[in-house]
């Protein structure tokens, strides 16, 4: 495929981009603040796509940029196709019900609370139907063998509910004219949003041709870091033409093979969805959890860790280093490393399943590694993580030290 621009384009000279107009908050759009781009990091010489791809109008990646960040989607329904491949032993289901474990611990102990069960998109492929109605009505369905999983907010009202447990988890927002967002991300547009806004001057960004996408016609921008030490190969966003709004979102290692993230629509309506879609009571008999609402202010929000992000640190950390090799680090307060023996239980398998024991300037400590996110966990309780390499994690600890 014959792209719309050369990695050798991201060099031309620009003057800066002009912000874009304000526009409604909603819970499919791409926030503005992307076109803040650095201008240095994106082409601006367009070519024809190969033959046998929609014929588009030629665009460079600065006016596709631009046109993601105009996107105003309001409404939409469809159904989205999500694989994950971290690259994970395999232990029977362990590492999926460690991630849920480590999120129902943060929750309210119910398995329709959303911060607990979609974990579960962190392995594996999974279907999703999602709809939105405006930045007040939104609703994503997570399927399931046999059972089914609806994240639903409608006005003031959010609520979860699984079908296999019979549970529900209700919440009020205080901010119900405002988006809400599935955490973690779980549709193109989420993990576009967080790509996007990595995008600096340690970035590549390109057009890379066109494809279809759900019987769309879409752009595809592609964003590669330039900086060595981390583990992302490259990030492909296919971007509806008309729309502007994301249909598809891949991301590939740098080690290769099978992309570690693929998300895309396989079939998506921009109609409005009917009102029924967003309505719910909960079914008879139903276990009805209420949300401790001190557990979801803005301060929470704002220094919660957010799964997807790229080249960005966990909330409330600190961050050594900048772009795509940036590495968060926080002191857990746990001396003598980590739990071993019948201590440990099941987290001390998996952990070991994945650990490399390393040292340096900052002493000893265990590397666990994917083929994404790898982390260093240090003797004396210290953390340092990120999508960087285990050197590029050791010479961060060193340097940290």
Known sequence: MAPYETDDAVDVAQEE??????????????????VGVAAATIGLVPALAASGDPDLPRITAQQLIEKIAKSDVQQLSGTVRISTDLGLPSLGGLESSLASGAAKGSGDGSSADPQSKLTSLVSGTHTLRVAADGPQKQKLSLLESGSEYSLIHNGKDVWGYDSKSNEVH??????????????????PKDFADEALKSVD???SVTVDGTE???GRDAYKLLIKPRQSGTTVGAISIAVDAKTGMPLKFTLTPKSGGAAVLDAGFTQVSFARPDAS???FTPPRGAKVTEEKQEKKGPEARQHAPRPGEFGQGLGGTAVL????TSVATFDTGAKGGLPTGSKAGDLGGFLGSLGDKVSGKFGKGTVFSTRLVNALITDDGKVYAGMVTKDALVKAADTGK
């Open 321 to 324: 280093g900048k772009g795509w």
């Open 17 to 34: 981009t002009p912000r874009a107009g304000r526009r409604k908050a909603a819970r499919y759009a791409v926030p503005v603040a992307v």
């Open 201 to 203: 001057d340690t970035t």
């Open 277 to 279: 879609a967003f309505a």
């Open 170 to 187: 209700h919440g009020i927002s205080a901010d119900s004219g405002k988006d809400h967002r599935a955490e973690p991300p779980a549709t």
């Open 212 to 214: 279809q996408v759900a």
